[in-house]
Nanobody, 127 residues
Framework: QVQLVESGGGLVQAGGSLRLACTAAGRTFSAYRLAWFRQAPGKEREFVIAISWAASRTYYADSVKGRFTISRDNAKNRLYLHMNSLKPEDTAVYYC????????????????????WGQGTQVTVSS
């Protein structure tokens, strides 16, 4: 079993930046494909951004391209989401997720790809 814990959420004004972190306990991140999803009140959970096992590729939702980046520090078992130029529409609970499933069979953007999830951290962007 792998336990994931998100941190770094909070309140920020539109146009500002936040960095979220996800820390794993129980196993190193090096073997996993990793992603961030988010869920706003009254909406379905949606894909935000993902990173490959070797960190050679990233995948972005259209709504965050050019504003969000993802990175991983395998030595520290940490995943990061760097959010810039934040908009009120980015307000949501953000979740990190991990899987060891092959990308040739399971899409990075699909929730069903991921086996492990954190409990989420709230991000609120004011206008």
């Amino acid at each position: 079993q792998v336990q994931l814990v998100e941190s770094g959420g909070g309140l920020v004004q539109a146009g500002g930046s936040l960095r979220l972190a996800c820390t794993a306990a129980g196993r190193t991140f090096s073997a996993y494909r990793l992603a961030w999803f988010r869920q706003a009140p009254g909406k379905e959970r949606e894909f935000v951004i993902a990173i490959s096992w070797a960190a050679s590729r990233t995948y972005y939702a259209d709504s965050v391209k050019g504003r969000f980046t993802i990175s991983r520090d395998n030595a520290k078992n940490r995943l990061y989401l760097h959010m810039n130029s934040l908009k009120p529409e980015d307000t949501a609970v953000y979740y990190c997720a991990a899987t060891i499933r092959s990308s040739s069979t399971y899409a990075y953007t699909s929730m069903s790809t991921y086996d492990y999830w954190g409990q989420g951290t709230q991000v609120t962007v004011s206008s």
